[in-house]
């Protein structure tokens, strides 16, 4: 008798909780709010949704190989959504219309590889993201047109991919970024368009074609890192030479057409490790007023570096001092004050450049060949 009644009570339990196919989007309504994820719905249940007449999602929208995903038109109640959101591979997707009334996203918002859509036109009233916004692989997006409203980005702004875009115009309203990273942008030759932007906290360029840093908020203090590799279009970082500070580390690596660092003219401190590799500069001009690096210094594979008479006025190292490959570096008497007061708090190692003395050699005044 108990086995029946327990099959019985699981039987119509069954018939209360959602666990079939269908997915219960109207009844996930809980007045103004909508509990669950929202993924990859059917026409029916698009329906469902935008009938259910809810303006906030609490969960995640994921819309992944929607081929009959056309527009976000079933969104359009949306205001606020406290979840991730990720947009990846709709392949007839051509705007975000729908998301005309969205204000909010409490987390990050992914969209990538949607090969129709040319703006952000559907996010005009986004004001804040908390998260981050990840941009990639959209190849004929070729705006930021749409997010001007934006104001807060509370993560990192990632841009890579996206063969077309020029520039940064509407992001008009922006104010701050966590983290500006950008790789892979073919056509991205400087960050016009930022007006409004007073704070990054940290700049990760790669592998693009920038030519400057023009657009970028002039600040004395980065509270996270300075890299910059592989850029090989990149002439000029002097719209970072008001800079002072740095929290995080400093790396520059193999930009081909950098010929000096005279953009961190005014840089002071570097609360992390400092590394100067594969460029082709003869010296290391800019960082004359460099005093302080609380972990490492390396300076490698410099092909045309012939001294670091910069480095004279660097008083402590944290770390170790690595200074190596440089085929050309004859002159290291830039760094005999700092050997001569012991500034350095681990090893000193010099070799494979086109001179290598000793630490007792440089204090010595042989320091050059």
């Known amino acids: 008798m108990e086995t029946s009644s327990l099959l019985v009570l699981v039987l119509f339990s069954g018939l209360l909780l959602p666990w079939g196919c269908q997915k219960d989007y109207e009844n996930n309504c809980n007045g103004e709010y909508y509990y669950g994820d929202l993924r990859n719905p059917t026409f029916d249940e698009m329906k469902h949704f935008q009938n259910s007449g809810c303006t906030i999602i609490i969960g995640d929208v994921k819309f992944f190989k929607m081929d009959y995903l056309e527009n976000l038109h079933f969104m359009t109640n949306i205001t606020e959504i406290r979840g991730e959101i990720a947009i990846d591979k709709n392949t007839n997707l051509t705007s975000l219309s729908g998301l005309n009334n969205l204000l909010t996203i409490d987390g990050s918002i992914h969209i990538s590889n949607n090969t129709k859509i040319t703006s952000f036109e559907g996010l005009n009233n986004l004001r804040k993201i908390t998260g981050s916004l990840w941009i990639s692989g959209n190849l004929e997006l070729a705006s930021f047109e749409g997010l001007n409203n934006l104001q807060k980005i509370g993560g990192s702004l990632g841009i890579s991919d996206n063969n077309k875009i020029l520039n940064m115009v509407g992001l008009n309203n922006l104010d701050t970024i966590d983290c500006l990273s950008i790789s892979n942008a073919r056509r991205l030759t400087n960050f016009y368009g ?43 970082i002097e719209s970072l030479s008001s800079t002072q500070l740095v929290r995080g580390l400093v790396i520059i690596r193999h930009n081909a057409s950098l010929s000096n660092l005279s953009g961190l003219r005014n840089l002071h401190y570097i609360a992390d490790y400092l590394g100067i590799y594969d460029n082709y500069f003869s010296n290391l001009e800019g960082l004359d007023n460099l005093t302080y690096v609380n972990s490492f210094i390396q300076i490698l594979d410099n092909r045309n570096l012939t001294n670091i008479n910069a480095l004279d006025n660097v008083k402590h190292v944290g770390g170790y001092l690595k200074i190596y490959n440089n085929h050309a570096l004859y002159d290291l008497c830039g760094i005999k004050n700092l050997l001569t007061i012991g500034g350095v708090s681990d090893t000193v190692s010099i070799y494979q450049n086109l001179f290598n003395p000793t630490v007792e050699d440089i204090i010595a005044g042989n320091c050059s060949e």
């Open 194 to 236: 930022l007006i409004s932007l007073n704070y990054v906290k940290s700049l990760h360029i790669f592998y693009s074609n920038i030519i400057n840093f023009e657009g970028l908020p002039a600040q004395q203090t980065i509270d996270g890192d300075i890299w910059i590799s592989n850029c090989h279009k990149l002439n000029s």
